[in-house]
């Protein structure tokens, strides 16, 4: 951004105003554990960090400290290989949580990234806040990616939709951020089939190795603890696996006045287990969708004359989700300019920010202001002469 | 931004992305006790805000209850004219802390603007924190916006910018959170002629009332703690005033050893005093500037031949800095798209934006992101038609 002085500017002139973007500083980057490449070593937020010029300190998760080590040592053969300098990226691997807390301590540090659980993250969080100088932290926790199911949409392809949804629902075991745990749509004869077809695909459905015995753990407490809530039903369980740690998928329904009433029918359990509710009418599901927290996204099944229900819901979802889609599933998420990855808390720590697609970059810089500096001490973004030929807005014009 | 579905694309399709920003919510904005206007009831953050479609709750400061009063009504009038809701802006005045507490409490406020003490400022960042939803603070808070002499301004012009400094330095009463309070030079001659002239100017300055008797107050404890720190001497004080809170400009000096050991030394005195540290050389100014907590804004006084001692210090005060000015000095913001009145912790508590200037409409708003959405049911900014002819990257370009 360039903004010209106006020397004969009335009552007062305009200094000449530069403004461009620079790095944050040093960032920690948490690797995920059910991502040990897209979400981890070299993926999203190392990536943005590296684009917005900031050193990466990568935390490998001790899930996979082999692939931590293989990928780290490319990057680092790469930092070499390019001439830039060694402490460009650095890769701890540790298994404790002092490690971790330690390294978001450390005033050096400037901007964490994480995905993880939401408890991991609130920590996190609660150090950098803690420290003299606070500093920001993205992280990526936990969503229960609501899909609402319309009614034309519904009467139209309840059979299809349940075995898709089941497919969404199973895939790696349901080990995605973007996993569909909760489902929502108006009780009746189409809802019930869409439950009888999702519960036979899923009581077809073969277990799979969960990705460690903590992720696995959880998940069998998570699916104990939703089963014995009151006015829960089980509608199917997958078949169960041979050998450790296989998760074992996991239906659940129940009315809108148990949905609203219990809390704990709406947090994550990560991995295949989704709870259905039974709502009365629009209304109603409404206002549970009002009661939810932040989500990663929301997912919308509907036909062209579901569209009126849909747009009253839509200022309700856009105030609780990254990303909104229509007659698709939300596991899978497209690396473009448009992508948001991110939402309101819990969903994330910070829901101005995207932690994929080229926005990324955004989350690891802060804008500084040039007055009057004389061009041989500008940036070369912001000389006069555009020696990079930078897309520039001149007084606010691009 | 549009990312238009490639459904032929290998070896999966990409889905049709378009992103818009929405308004993060109802903020809570605390107006200034320094900015009556500016930076109060219509000030840059309720402009920010409700550009950003976001409903503002106003802590009136109780340092100005009529002026808020008289502004608020004007803006009631306004929203009621432009026919928008009643609730698009509500005024609270009151003299406790509690009332601004439960106001950053709320579960519907999702954003807070504040300009004040860095005190009051890590309150609400604490309070925002501790919330079941933690919400972005921006809060201005502290910065001494030092002043680095160059050798050869100085040698051309000692005088001159002595008598300048002390202009800035006493305009308001010093009552700016831009307000010069450090000036960092090397010491010889030519910066005991700055400062003599500067102790001159500053003994003949008439002193003003302050705002508040508590700031008058504080400004009167701030000065009589930096004048009795061992090492400071103190160079001129300004007339003393007849009636009551007049506020007597201080400036006292001090050597780079006394300055580097007391942190005392670099705390925000909010008023018109400076402090003057005379540098053995550039290298001990370097590191003493790279020993500052984060600022709103860092000025250089230069000649041609200062430039290559300026640019080694360049990467340390972007660091440090959201406004870097040349040969001018730090009072006076201008609001314009390339401003950025911000800073690192503690000028502000993010310094990932900016109070002034058209960027700063994005501290309240967060990306959302739609795919696959019917167009009928898109919003229209990123319907295929564009009916508002917004510009629009598609596939990441303008």
Known sequence: RVDPALPERKPLPRADLRQRFIGLGPVAVFGASNFPLAFSTAGGDTAAALAAGCPVVFKGHPAHPGTAALVGAAISKAVEKAGLPAGVFALLTGQTHELGGALVSDSRIKAVGFTGSRAGGVALMKIANARPEPIPVYAEMSSVNPVVLFPHALAARAEALGAAFVGSLTMGSGQFCTNPGLVLALEGPDLDTFIASASAALAAAHPQVMLTPGIFGAYEQGVEKLGSRPGVTVAARGLVGEGCNQGQGALF??????????PALSHEVFGSSSVVVRAPDLATLAKLL???????????????????????????LERKAGRILANGWPTGVEVAPAMVHGGPFPATSDGRSTSVGTRAVERFLRP??????????LPAALKEANPWGVKRAVDGVL
Do not use: S, W
Request: charged residues 25%.
């Open 253 to 262: 329904v129940v009315d809108a006045a148990t949905f609203a009433a219990d």
């Open 290 to 316: 009002e009661g939810l927290e932040g989500q990663l996204t929301a997912t919308l099944h509907l036909d062209a004359e579901d569209a009126e229900a849909a747009r009253g819901l839509l200022p309700i």
């Open 368 to 377: 500084v202001c040039y007055q009057d500096l004389p061009d041989v001490l």
